[in-house]
């Protein structure tokens, strides 16, 4: 979905509206990380590795291995 800020606030408060959304959404994703970093974590390391056979050096080896 994506939203168009052009059709939600008039553009004298364009800047400020965006300034104001972003800095809602950096404080949404910093609290979110805080609250739920281990679970992230222990998800992440259950993931196989990203590492590409054929291009081996673009993904280092993860360190468990």
Known sequence: ????????????????A???IDAFLQELAFQ??????DELRRFRAR?????DPRQPW???PPANE
């Open 1 to 16: 979905m994506t939203v168009d800020l052009h059709h939600l606030f008039p553009p004298e408060h364009l800047d400020h």
């Open 18 to 20: 965006a300034t104001v």
């Open 47 to 51: 993931q196989p590795s990203p590492r």
């Open 32 to 37: 979110f990380e805080a609250r739920y970093l």
């Open 58 to 60: 673009l993904f280092p």
